[in-house]
Every structure is written in C-alpha cells, then in structure tokens.
C-alpha cells in the first residue's frame, strides 16, 4: 500500500522513533497525525514536519478521554504506537507494583486501548504497528522490560487474529539513539553507546531513521500480519 495521502495516527510521535515515523510518512506523501500527552510537544513536533501534518494531545490513562481523542482524530489508514516511558535497569529488588503499574501501563494497556479505540476507525487494506523491544529475548534491563516485551509480542500476534484481514505487526528496536535513554546520566549513556557499538555486528548504535524505514515497510507491504520486526543492529547475534 502507497502511503500517499495516507492519514498515519502515531501516538508517541513527537520525538525520538515516533517522530521519525511521522517523517517517513511525511515524506512519502502521507499525513502524520502525532499525539503525545503534553501539547508542548506536539507543537514542537509539528514545528519539524510539514505544514499538512496535525497534532493532538491524548491521555491513555483516560478511557473517557481516549474515546474522544478518536472521535476528534476520526478516520485513519495506519495506527502506530511508540509511546514509552525513559529506559532503565530493572533487576528483580526494583519490581514494585507501581513499577509494574508504570510499565505495563504505557507498553502494553496503553497499546492495548489505543487498539481498542482506533480498530474500528481504520479504513480497509490499512494496518495497526506496535512496539515491543529486544528484551523478551535479550533480557539484560531486567524481568519487567523482558515481561512487557514478551506480553507485547504475544498481543500483537493474538490481535492479528482477532481484527483480520485488518494487519497488526510490531517492531522490535535493539539499541537506538533516542530520548528514552535520558534517565542515565550523560557520561553512563556514551559509555553505553560505545559498549553498544562494540558489540553489535553492525559496529553502530542504531538511529530513529534505522528503525522508521521499519515502520514504514510494515505499513507499505499488504501480506505480512502477526510479525514482530527485529532491528537490533544482529544484537541477537552478539
């Protein structure tokens, strides 16, 4: 499917993954539609990208709130969701319920109800891409980033069966540049780039640009459905 004049929902796209994703629509002539919860960041997103792009501000804790935000937002060709909270180590001592609650609450309920939400409101041959992340299988943040990974995979691939023909794919970034690494300090975070960069095959951490082609296939191709997309950069290799 040719994104031209495609509307792209992409809830998290006003930095880092999401907001490539939205240029990468952007410049295959579709209109990217970017929802985060703060309008600063919408209206700095939409600063980046071209004049036809639109931004919205949604709550996903607000059930009540969401079903508005559809209606305002009304129909789409392609949902994608790349909404999350800052990366960090989670070893067993640090797993609270409310860390668990804050996790599970963007990654996976949050997906979840913006599914539940736009399903209905996206047009025939169109396509829903989630997030999930490498650490189902390279568990080295710790159990609960490993256990939102592996419910997110299992999600999208139960999703595809439910909702078809309609597509439901996810994508699965390995080490990439983005602002969700903020939560280390900046001298830890270069030390773990350059450890990274070590050790992935493809000598590199990867970039926003890397993982957008991603998304952007993922909506394109109209046969694929129930996959998780690895770019990792043969992280699972290392």
Known sequence: MNLKNARVLVIGGTSGIGLGVATAVAERGGVPIVASRSQVSVDRALAALPDHARGLT????????????????????????????????????????????????????????????????????????????????????????????????AMTRALAVELAPLRVNAVAPGPIDTPLWSAIAP??????????????????????TDTALAYAYLMEQEFGTGQVLTVDGGGALA
């Not at 050790?199 to 990867?206: C, D, F, I, S, V």
């Open 58 to 153: 949604v709550d996903l804790a607000d059930p009540a709130a969401l079903t508005g935000f559809a209606d305002a937002v009304g129909p789409i060709e392609h949902l994608v969701f790349t909404a999350g909270e800052p990366l960090r180590m989670y070893p067993l001592a640090d797993v609270t319920a409310e860390a668990i609650g804050d996790l599970f609450g963007t990654r996976f309920a949050g997906q979840l109800q913006a599914v539940r939400a736009f399903a209905p409101r996206i047009t025939a041959g169109g396509s829903i891409t989630l997030t999930e992340g490498t650490a189902a299988d390279k568990p080295n943040l710790g159990v609960l980033p490993a256990a939102v990974c592996g419910a997110v995979a």
């Open 187 to 208: 001298e830890g975070r270069e030390a773990l780039y350059e450890q990274f960069a070590q050790q992935l095959p493809a000598g590199r951490m990867g970039t926003v």
